[in-house]
């Protein structure tokens, strides 16, 4: 079982929609990431969460320590939000561990 | 802030030949960077870790003397493909650790990758 599962691992949605990706993981943390890779591969780096939530435009994100568990949610969904959304978690050392990544396709 | 190059974007070379790709935090010194390879459909896989002025501390499985990495500066990290053959061929992505701004947090922060192609 891998250290940080995401579900789902593929999502289509229509223009507008609210959308939910998941991330669980099963070892202690001290930093969660969300990443966003493009199909040209460029990594952006969207959110660092230690606890609670974090937003920045029209994207979300929560952590609950105790249950383990992040969500990232995109408001009001692009075509250009298109990407791959990969949940990456920080234990003791500096290393992250990446989840394999929710590809989304969003559809005009 | 945070901002990470990489050079080249891409690189095509005979197999054989040696490739170099830099990896610099623009705006910021990092005493840590990393160094990922990531295969079509992939996750992310970190090669080795390299701090400042010490030898890069590698992950098992991935050859040192194949994948030369050096720290020579706060701002510049290099990874060398020696000798480099078609299975070699994949996206190869830095980071660089950074105190995000305004907090005590330290989050990595992503280069946007080289495209090596061996033929």
């Known amino acids: 079982k891998n250290e940080v599962e995401q579900s789902p691992q593929n999502l289509t949605a229509q223009e507008g929609e609210f959308i939910t990706i998941n991330c669980s993981y099963s070892?202690?943390?001290?930093?969660l990431h969300w990443l966003q890779q493009h199909p040209g591969g460029g990594i952006v780096s969207l959110f660092m969460l230690s606890s609670g939530k974090k937003k920045h435009g029209r994207l979300i994100a929560t952590i609950n320590i105790q249950e383990k568990h992040s969500s990232l949610h995109i408001t009001a969904s692009h075509p250009r939000d298109s990407a791959v959304y990969i949940c990456a978690v920080k234990g003791g050392s500096e290393k992250l561990v990446f989840g394999k990544g929710t590809k989304l396709t969003v559809n005009p | 802030g945070a901002v990470v190059s990489q050079h080249p974007s891409w690189v095509i070379c005979k197999s054989g030949t040696s490739v170099k790709i830099e990896c610099r935090s623009l705006?910021?010194?990092?005493?840590?960077m990393f160094w990922y390879r990531q295969f079509p459909k992939q996750s992310l896989m970190l090669m080795a870790t390299s701090n400042e002025g010490s030898k890069a501390t590698y992950e098992q499985g991935v050859e040192k003397d194949k994948f030369l990495i050096n720290h020579a500066s706060l701002t510049l990290s290099t990874l060398t493909v020696t000798s480099a053959h078609p299975e070699d061929s994949s996206f190869y992505i830095c980071?660089?650790?950074?105190?995000?701004?305004?907090?005590?947090?330290?989050?990595?922060?992503f280069g946007p990758g080289t495209r090596l192609t061996v033929l």
């Open positions: 705006d910021f010194q990092a005493t840590t």
């Open positions: 980071s660089a650790s950074a105190r995000a701004l305004g907090t005590s947090e330290v989050g990595q922060f």
């Open positions: 070892v202690g943390i001290s930093a």
